[in-house]
């Protein structure tokens, strides 16, 4: 899952119209793409219910806050918003303040004890609950619900898209998840994996397509793994994978483009790869996080496959689509973790030249096999120090990728404007890199074909070839 804890409320406002008598409800979002995607469904409920969705927080008569618990520096972050929700109540005494998601599954009533200005706490699977958990607390009712359920996918409702550019949304196609990774939180405060009937994901990638929609994500925590149950006539039973659902999703139309996000090394099987070398609208682009390059430290983590086997992955990616980007999440300074092991990282990393990456410190996190179990014993600094070193080599890993695009074109799907000049669009190859470009008479949504120049560390930079 692609993080963005720094996220903050970027959302427009999609109840925007003056003297507006509905209460007014702001949201702001913390965490991964999944959250993001959940707070588009809160936006939809409530607004179903006759709340005006807000993005000015001072206007807010209700601040809802979905938050994220994967690493302490996330919760962190959220108890400052939390300090400054207290000044606005104390200005304005009959705002509600609602934490929901993530951290509110984890915290649960604690939430409420530790800070006296909290009057909602919701989980991720209880937000169809939201209306009537506000009615109460309006009056004067703290309202809790953190059940988790075995069914909740939200497949009937159509997500408010908040942070809308009219090109690119998330479709989520899943919840919860069912690996037991030692060091993760995920399965204890989004439950267990359950998959989105299909009728229901086509739908809504429907409505996007005829709302001009060029990209969507599938998301979920593992897509691999997606799987529904189809009961026929006379017992007659056929199941949809996630390979299957790619193919459903891609052959709604060959503008669509389509990508998804994450992929887990033990479940990607040949079948995918195959499905996304045959349609030309599934980008070229694999998420599959290692977190580590050492096997001892991948069985510690109970992450089901070792360096090998991930090798064995990649050989495929690159043997069934050879222009397929391939990223990768890390964690440094796992428990036990050696120089050794740390070694292994760096020399997987060298091999499997990832195209970018996400690193983390590992954050030790209540309850989880590895707190249970294990000590948290690299020290700070060494931790850091690891930290760097995987940084820095990826930043170099990262510049190659992209220099190894110079002198090539890609087809582009333009996504805005640049942001230091109007004169210049930016958009993304298949392979999920980000060009810049001078704009031409293109507009937003137009696919072109750009020729990569030149690259800064962060971006492509290119110029649109005549066809
Ligand atoms: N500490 C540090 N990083 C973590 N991740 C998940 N749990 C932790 C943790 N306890 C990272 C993994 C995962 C990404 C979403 O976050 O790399 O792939
Ligand atoms: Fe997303 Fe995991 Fe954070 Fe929840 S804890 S918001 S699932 S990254």
């Known amino acids: 899952m692609e993080l963005?804890?720094?996220?903050?409320?970027?959302?427009?406002?999609?109840?925007?119209?003056?003297?507006?008598?509905?209460?007014?409800?702001?949201?702001?979002?913390?965490?991964?793409?999944?959250?993001?995607?959940?707070?588009?469904?809160?936006?939809?409920?409530?607004?179903?219910?006759?709340?005006?969705?807000?993005?000015?927080?001072?206007?807010?008569?209700?601040?809802l806050i979905?938050?994220?618990?994967?690493?302490?520096?996330?919760?962190?972050?959220?108890?400052?918003?939390?300090?400054?929700?207290?000044?606005?109540?104390?200005?304005?005494?009959?705002?509600?303040?609602?934490?929901?998601?993530?951290?509110?599954?984890?915290?649960?009533?604690?939430?409420?004890?530790?800070?006296?200005?909290?009057?909602?706490?919701?989980?991720?699977?209880?937000?169809r609950e939201l209306p009537v958990l506000i009615r109460a607390a309006e009056d004067g009712q703290k309202g809790i619900n953190v059940l988790l359920s075995r069914e909740e996918t939200y497949g009937d409702i159509s997500p408010v898209r908040l942070d809308k550019n009219g090109v690119s949304a998330f479709v989520s196609i899943m919840r919860g998840c069912?690996?037991?990774?030692?060091?993760?939180v995920v399965p204890y405060v989004r439950g267990g994996e359950r998959s989105r009937d299909p009728k229901t994901i086509l739908r809504e990638v429907q409505e996007l397509i005829d709302a001009g929609y060029r990209e969507v994500t599938l998301l979920g925590q593992n897509?691999?793994?997606?799987?529904?149950?189809?009961?026929?006539?006379?017992?007659?039973?056929?199941y949809t994978n996630f390979s299957d659902l790619l193919e459903m999703v891609?052959?709604?139309?060959?503008?669509?483009?389509?990508?998804?996000s994450t992929s887990h090394p033990k479940d990607l099987n040949d079948e995918v790869l195959y499905t996304m070398a045959m349609y030309e609208n599934i980008c070229n682009h694999i998420h599959l996080p290692v977190q580590s390059g050492s096997t001892r430290i991948l069985e510690l983590m109970n992450r089901g496959y070792d360096r090998d086997y991930y090798m064995k992955r990649i050989n495929a990616i690159r043997n069934i689509i050879p222009d397929c980007a391939i990223?990768?999440?890390?964690?440094?300074?796992?428990?036990?973790?050696?120089?050794?092991?740390?070694t292994q990282t760096l020399t997987l990393m060298e091999w499997a030249k990832f195209d970018f990456a996400y690193?983390?410190?590992?954050?030790e996190r209540p309850n989880t096999k590895?707190?249970?179990?294990?000590?948290?014993?690299?020290?700070?600094?060494?931790?850091?120090?690891?930290?760097?070193?995987?940084?820095?080599?990826?930043?170099?890993?990262?510049?190659?990728?992209?220099?190894?695009?110079?002198?090539?074109?890609?087809?582009?799907?333009?996504?805005?404007?640049?942001?230091?000049?109007?004169?210049?669009?930016?958009?993304?190859?298949?392979?999920?890199?980000v060009v810049v470009f001078p704009r031409k008479n293109h507009k937003i949504g137009d696919y072109v074909l750009v020729e990569i120049t030149d690259c800064t560390p962060a971006t492509l930079l290119g110029k649109i070839v005549e066809e």
Not at 17 to 40: A, H, L
Not at 178 to 184: E, L, V
């Open 327 to 342: 990223s990768s999440d890390f964690i440094t300074g796992f428990c036990t973790e050696t120089e050794e092991d740390h």
């Open 66 to 127: 979905n938050t994220c618990s994967i690493r302490e520096n996330a919760e962190t972050r959220v108890w400052g918003r939390l300090d400054v929700f207290k000044q606005i109540k104390k200005r304005k005494p009959s705002v509600l303040v609602g934490v929901v998601g993530c951290m509110a599954e984890r915290l649960k009533e604690n939430l409420i004890e530790e800070q006296k200005i909290v009057d909602l706490v919701v989980g991720p699977d209880a937000y």
């Open 250 to 260: 891609a052959t709604l139309s060959p503008n669509l483009r389509v990508r998804f």
């Open 359 to 363: 690193m983390f410190k590992y954050s």
């Open 370 to 433: 590895a707190a249970r179990s294990y000590t948290d014993d690299v020290a700070e600094e060494v931790k850091s120090r690891r930290l760097t070193e995987i940084i820095e080599l990826q930043g170099k890993l990262s510049e190659e990728s992209k220099k190894r695009d110079i002198g090539k074109s890609f087809e582009v799907l333009i996504e805005g404007e640049s942001k230091k000049s109007k004169e210049e669009f930016f958009g993304r190859t298949s392979q999920n890199k």
């Open 4 to 63: 963005n804890e720094d996220l903050g409320a970027l959302f427009e406002n999609v109840d925007n119209q003056p003297n507006d008598e509905r209460p007014k409800v702001f949201i702001e979002t913390y965490g991964c793409q999944m959250n993001v995607n959940d707070s588009e469904v809160i936006a939809s409920i409530l607004h179903a219910n006759g709340y005006a969705i807000i993005n000015k927080l001072d206007d807010a008569d209700v601040i």
């Open 223 to 238: 897509v691999d793994s997606y799987h529904w149950k189809h009961e026929g006539l006379l017992h007659h039973v056929h």
């Open 178 to 184: 069912n690996n037991m990774c030692a060091y993760c």
